[in-house]
């Protein structure tokens, strides 16, 4: 039977080093949303799997802003999006259809990210989607899936064509409605969303001035840029970007680890 959980200190003790771990850095990432300006009120979510065989997944409690989430806040649910454990907090389990259609299918999807920004959306209304503008896009557009909108995600029925549409690619363009990235650590799916969300943003700038007048990179280019950018993405992530970006929100703010 559940645990009654009244704080941080019971939340720590009833789970493992592993995934506390894994909460405090989900937690850092929410924050990290919220620093940068992507989060959309208290929608869209980040989630991760917790080791195990349960497939056991943490996730944002639905009605907190993503600058107040923490480690102990995060709630443990279900591929179906129930608590498994006891909070005080409230669920979406239809939030989570997009995140377990991937995290089930996707054994290296252990970190899922997806966010609603307005260059974000920009860039999934455009019938070219992610343009080869600039050296940001060109570093993760050969890894970049588009699934056609369905409308709000409740239908259980879409999980089976999400998955065919991301394939074995780690980011995706969800048309007329935002961006998602994945990763086999929270880390890599940050840094990858960090990357589709400036290539969306620098094309959305760059466009402003008129399609005919951006300038497009010489024939070959794109291909040489994919192949620099798959050869070191999780090493760059998960030894140097993502540890920078934990020490900056220590600076800003250290409550996430609560």
């Known amino acids: 039977m559940a645990t009654q959980l009244k704080s941080p200190e019971d939340v720590r003790a009833a789970v493992s080093e592993e995934e506390w771990k894994l909460r405090v850095d989900l937690a850092c990432a929410y ?14 979510h980040l989630s991760v799997r917790v080791p ?22 995060l709630v ?7 608590p498994v454990m006891e909070t005080p907090y409230m669920t979406n389990p239809a939030g989570f259809t997009i995140h377990s259609a991937i995290h089930m ?11 609603h920004t307005p260059h974000g959306q920009a860039v999934a ?10 050296q940001t896009a060109l570093l993760i557009r050969h890894d970049l899936a588009y699934h056609d909108y369905e409308g709000v995600a409740t239908d ?15 980011a995706m363009i969800l048309r007329n409605h935002g961006t998602l990235t994945v ?16 290539a969306c943003e620098a094309q959305v700038l760059a466009l402003s001035g008129g399609a005919e007048r951006v300038s497009r990179p010489p024939q070959g280019t794109p291909e040489k840029v994919a192949g620099q950018a798959s050869a070191g993405m999780g090493v760059i992530s998960d030894l140097l970007a993502w540890p920078a970006l934990v020490r900056k929100m220590d600076r800003l703010d250290p409550s996430y680890r609560n």
Do not use: C
């Open 31 to 44: 924050r990290l949303v919220a620093h940068y300006g992507w989060d959309d009120l208290i929608f869209t």
């Open 52 to 73: 195990g065989p349960e497939h056991h997944f943490l996730i944002n409690p639905y009605n907190l802003m993503f600058d107040e989430i923490t480690a102990s806040s």
């Open 76 to 82: 443990k649910i279900d591929v179906e999006g129930h």
């Open 105 to 115: 299918a996707r054994e290296d999807a252990h970190a899922v990210m997806h966010l």
């Open 125 to 134: 209304a455009m019938a070219d989607g992610l343009m080869p503008l600039t």
């Open 156 to 170: 259980l029925d879409e999980r089976a064509r999400l998955v065919a549409d991301i394939g074995t690619k780690n």
């Open 183 to 198: 990763g086999a650590t929270v880390g890599q799916a940050f840094l990858r969303m960090y990357i589709l969300e400036r």
